[in-house]
């Protein structure tokens, strides 16, 4: 039984990506727009707030400035200037000397709330500095991180990786559908993160078995999600390098789920003829990821993706559905087939 507040955030979340994908086909720009494009003051100050667990401190009860800054052990002069422009913003109501969560922040901003949807923010946050040096990064080349943060920050990494949990409970049901296991027995979810795919799978299909390969920082979320489902009997978790290490197998399915995108072409190319061989004769590669139209300005979201890529990973970034198709006929995959335009491509030993 779904809770109707889990319900509530997947209506939402559905809503604002869809919503924001039209905004930026449908784009046609007034001075006013361009300006507030470039406006990133609020952004900052919610993301703060958000970091610093300010509408956690004012879940309980109405404060004053002075009283939250003690709780968050902040200076009291500039987090009463952040809860002022905070009500201006419309996420604080004041009255007198006292600040109260406005609804909306009480629902998804309050870490106990089951809306909670900070994750996300403290991501953004946290790849703040990231952003600060796109210039470099168009100038030289070169992207600011050494290495893609599930490796370099695995506190963060649970943050992304609770994100894309409650991403792909809205998705993955109806993926599960539309990619028909009903005679597989065997499934590996390469890269498989919180393990929400192989779990959906594996509810769907009854006589199903997932393993879930993943870095050793990972698996402890995994672990954790995959017991909370009761499904330890039939999601099986092992741990390495998918680039380095034995996958295990023969599997009857793979799924690889935004995984290619951060890593090169090369890397990409040896890990699909990497699949090929673990997979017996009939089985089939599923690769869900970020794919860009041949001009590289479509889908409006992925364009912009393919910018936080060049930022946020070391290598990574969005590729054509054309390249992920080479990559499969390279490694011998036959019946290639795109299912989803820009999202899901297969193919077949
Ligand atoms: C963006 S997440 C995708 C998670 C999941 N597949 C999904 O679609 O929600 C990328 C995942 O790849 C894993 N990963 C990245 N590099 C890896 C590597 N070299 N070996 C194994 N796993 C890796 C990360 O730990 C993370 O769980």
């Known amino acids: 039984m779904i809770s109707p507040a889990v319900l509530a955030f997947r209506a939402k979340f559905n809503i604002e990506f869809k919503f924001f994908e039209e905004v930026l086909l449908a784009r046609s720009l007034s001075l ?25 401190t004012l879940a309980p009860l109405p404060a004053t400035a002075v009283e939250v800054a003690s709780r968050l052990r902040t200076s009291p002069g500039p987090t ?27 629902n998804f901003l309050v870490k106990e709330s089951p809306s909670y949807a900070g994750h996300l ?5 946290a790849e703040w500095a990231n952003w600060g040096q796109l210039e470099t990064a168009v100038l030289t080349g070169k992207s600011p991180v050494r290495e893609h943060l599930f490796r370099s920050d695995p506190g963060l990494a649970e943050n992304v990786l609770m994100v894309l949990h409650r991403v792909a409970l809205q998705h993955a049901p109806s993926l599960a559908k539309q990619v028909d296991l009903s ?9 498989g993160g919180a393990g929400t795919h192989a ?15 993943d870095l050793p920082e990972t698996l402890g979320t995994t672990e954790r999600m995959v017991k909370e489902a009761g499904l330890e009997g039939r999601v099986h978790l092992q741990a390495g390098d998918f680039n380095r290490d034995a996958l295990g197998g023969p599997y009857d399915a793979v799924l690889m789920s935004d995984i290619l995108h951060y890593q090169e ?19 089939r590669l599923v690769i869900k990821d970020r794919f860009l139209d041949p001009d590289g300005t479509s889908p409006a979201w992925t364009a912009v993706f393919a910018v936080h890529l060049l930022v946020n990973t070391e290598k990574g970034r969005c590729y054509t559905m054309a390249e992920a198709e080479q990559w499969l006929k390279d ?14 491509v297969e193919g077949v030993k």
Request: glycine share 8%; aromatic share 10%.
């Open 265 to 283: 072409s090369s890397a990409n190319a040896a890990l699909v003829a990497k699949v090929y061989r673990t997979l017996v004769p009939g089985g």
């Open 80 to 106: 009463e200037l952040l809860m002022n422009a905070l009500v201006s913003i419309g996420l604080l109501r004041k009255d007198g000397a006292h600040y109260a969560n406005a609804p909306e922040a009480q």
């Open 183 to 191: 005679s597989a027995r065997t499934l590996l979810d390469l890269g």
């Open 121 to 125: 923010l403290l991501l953004q946050d």
């Open 32 to 56: 006013a727009e361009i300006f507030q494009l470039g406006y990133y003051w609020e952004s900052k100050i919610l993301l703060t707030a958000v970091k610093l667990d300010l509408f956690g």
């Open 331 to 344: 490694a011998g995959f036959t019946a290639i087939h795109e299912r989803d335009r820009s999202s899901l």
């Open 199 to 213: 779990m959906t799978f594996c509810r769907t299909y009854p006589d199903l078995i997932a393993t879930v390969f």
